[in-house]
């Protein structure tokens, strides 16, 4: 079956800017995670989403990042006015259930690129 | 917080050889513990994950792990590395008791096999 997809692959920019990135998760996962992973680091927790609503959001790392899930499948990860620093691959992942004990599949990222 | 710190961010291994890769834990509570690996324009992978079922636990592809909550440790090994296991490999942390099951990585170890 398909796995977790996210698209665009890549994204280029500029400071300022305004950028949507999209994840498709594994169907039926009712669990739908973000992260970064910037350059030389591991990812980094952004939001958890269990079916439409974040149940954690503790990771996003100001107000300019925002995240969607309107139908509990598809979301999206919103970034306003971008700046150099949110350059990293944006990582999705989606889990049967928020349960510890079930896998987090992940997707093969979005690498974005401010200049 | 929980956290993991891998040592050494470039592990280099003849082909044959033993694999190590050194992982360990801070924790509050129990701790689910996880090894992730990541290749080259691919989305991360689970290699294997410690539950409290067992304390050795194995994984695809030949690698193994061994909880040791004296040491606070959770080290992969593999008994003969092959060229296809050059990698980048993520150690990976969740917190049993939290509402969401998200996960705090390492900074990462990258594997090379030489022959």
């Known amino acids: 079956g398909a796995g977790v997809s996210q698209t665009p692959s890549n994204k280029v920019t500029e400071k300022g800017k305004y950028v949507e990135l999209r994840c498709d998760p594994i169907?039926?996962?009712?669990?739908l995670y973000w992260y970064r992973q910037s350059l030389g680091q591991g990812p980094e927790f952004l939001i958890y989403f269990q079916g439409t609503g974040a149940a954690d959001d503790s990771g996003l790392p100001n107000d300019r990042f925002f995240a969607v899930r309107p139908e509990g499948s598809v979301s999206t990860l919103k970034i306003q006015r971008t700046e150099r620093g949110d350059s990293a691959v944006y990582l999705c992942a989606s889990s049967s259930s928020g349960s510890p004990l079930n896998e987090q599949f992940f997707g093969p990222g979005t690498r974005l690129t401010v200049l | 917080a929980q956290s993991v710190t891998q040592l050494g961010s470039h592990v280099s291994v003849s082909e044959g050889a033993l694999v190590l890769l050194r992982c360990n834990y801070s924790?509050?509570?129990?701790?689910?513990l996880f090894w992730y690996v990541q290749y080259p324009n691919q989305g991360l992978q689970l290699l294997l994950k410690?539950?409290?079922?067992?304390?050795l636990v194995k994984g695809i592809n030949g690698f193994e792990a061994e909880f040791k909550k004296s040491e606070t440790s959770f080290h992969l090994t593999k008994p003969s590395a092959h060229m296809s296991d050059a990698a980048e490999y993520f150690c990976a942390v969740s917190e049993r008791t939290g509402t969401a099951s998200k996960l705090t990585f390492g900074t990462g170890t990258r594997l090379q096999v030489t022959l």
């Open positions: 169907s039926g996962h009712t669990a």
């Open positions: 924790s509050s509570v129990p701790p689910y």
């Open positions: 410690y539950t409290s079922a067992a304390t």
